[in-house]
């Protein structure tokens, strides 16, 4: 910040005063005279001076060479000015931030605190991971152990992948550190034991697009949004469902949610009013997932009814139904888990549904392909996508993991991830590492 003593200040200020005048811009000249600091000053501390500009003010017209004393003009005036104000200025060397910044991040890189592929974001204090190429993830890495009588309902992580989140079957909400398999106790609330919680379980959680909201929904119906970094509890929507809340997501502004629910409703909530906008209704049974599709004014929806049906935001009306059951000739009664885009190809959708195949279909309605268990007992419980939608996941009852290629469904890789029944299972966004969670009680991570 630039400091100058009162005499220059004076001088700076007098002479934007004239060149106002100048150019005849008397109302903001009068509000600068009357109202500025420095010039109220000068009425006690260079009177003359400013009786001097109080005529001029009151002149209908303006005359430089009259103004201005004898030998000097604007051009000149300008100039002194510059010459004075120059001797206040400290100029650095010719890109010395750029040179602090680059030995700071060499530092960071050789004590171990930046990790090679990682980039430090300046502006947040945040690194972030940069993923060149899809891999699949073979090794099981660090697992989070809960407590006894207790499991995670739902695991997210954030999309800058610093924070891994659970809502749990006791209401509570935790951020944790796999790699010390605990609590994330750089959180002052968290190592406060202060958590984030809802008076019932936590079925669902979802992350602003920047990471640093997280909106929760529990069993009883209601709502809440927090501000990670804090703890903060930031807006609550009090049993806005009839039922327990299965989905959430942030548009992309993060001014409007969207939740799904057993009561077989889609609803769209303000952030800023606290009010629920939009109900979407026409799903016959439980809504299990919800997501915003790229141009923010459509939602898709998976359901228990066996269908996907896509939501124009605007008329609220649902303006297509997919029926993955029906493409793929079949007359099975199907529950569908969840409904995405393809990172690769958003006019494309995966389905997952409780059955022993998964399908990805087009936005119209089709079948594009479908990804097989190759076991008809298998039933898949959850799926997701690669970071850049190389490999698709879904994960069987049996405890197997079946990786298929994204462009044509063919099986790439099926692994045994897990000797129980798993509740679910999340990619991380912007690395080669995925989550498993499960009624044991165990959060466990695998990685390349």
């Not at 960071?108 to 947040?124: A, M, V």
Request: glycine residues 6%; charged residues 20%; proline residues 4%.
């Amino acid at each position: 910040m630039l400091t100058l003593p009162k005499e220059v200040l004076m001088d700076l200020y007098e002479a934007v005063f004239y060149e106002l005048l100048e150019l005849r811009e008397l109302y903001t000249a009068s509000e600068m005279l009357t109202k500025c600091d420095v010039l109220v000053q000068m009425k006690t501390e260079r009177k003359e001076k400013y009786l001097q500009m109080e005529y001029w003010l009151k002149k209908p017209s303006f005359d430089p060479i009259e103004a201005y004393p004898v030998g000097e003009t604007k051009e000149t005036r300008r100039q002194r000015l510059a010459s004075t104000l120059t001797s206040y200025i400290t100029v650095a060397p010719p890109s010395r931030l750029l040179t602090l910044l680059q030995q700071a991040l060499a530092f960071e890189k050789s004590n171990g605190t930046l990790l090679e592929g990682e980039r430090l974001n300046l502006f947040q204090n945040r690194t972030e991971t940069l993923l060149l190429e899809d891999e699949i993830p073979t090794i099981r890495g660090p697992a989070v152990q809960f407590p006894h009588g207790t499991y995670p309902e739902v695991v997210c992580v954030s999309p800058n992948g610093q924070f891994v989140v659970s809502g749990s079957f006791d209401g509570l909400i935790e951020v944790w550190d796999l790699e010390e398999g605990g609590l994330k106790l750089d959180l002052p609330y968290q190592k406060q034991e202060k958590f984030m919680a809802h008076a019932k379980s936590v079925l669902s959680l979802a992350f602003s697009s920047d990471s640093e909201f997280l909106a929760s929904g529990d069993l009883a119906g209601t709502i809440k949004v927090w501000r990670v970094a804090t703890g903060g509890l930031l807006r609550r929507f009090s049993e806005v469902h009839e039922a327990g809340v299965t989905s959430l997501c942030f548009n992309a502004s993060a001014q409007q949610i969207c939740s799904a629910s057993y009561d077989g409703t889609v609803r769209v909530h303000g952030l800023k009013s606290g009010k629920t906008l939009k109900v979407l209704r026409g799903h016959s049974s439980y809504v299990n997932h919800v997501t915003f599709t790229a141009d923010q004014q459509h939602v898709l929806s998976a359901s228990s009814d066996g269908c996907v049906k896509l939501w124009d935001l605007g008329t609220s009306s649902c303006v297509r139904t997919l029926q993955p059951a029906r493409a793929a000739s079949s007359f099975a009664e199907i529950q569908v888990i969840s409904a995405e885009r393809l990172v690769q190809n958003p006019e494309w959708v995966l389905v997952v549904a409780r059955l022993d195949r998964a399908f990805v279909m087009t936005m119209q309605g089709g079948l594009v392909f479908t990804l097989h268990a190759e076991n008809e007992k298998v039933q898949f419980i959850a799926g997701c996508q690669s970071p850049h939608g190389k490999y698709l996941y879904c994960v069987g009852d049996d405890g197997n993991r079946y990786c298929f290629s994204s462009g044509d469904g063919e099986l790439v890789e099926k692994r045994a991830i897990a000797d129980h029944e798993l509740l679910g299972m999340v990619h991380y966004p912007n690395r080669n590492a995925m989550l498993v969670y499960s009624q044991k009680g165990e959060i466990a991570s695998w990685r390349i």
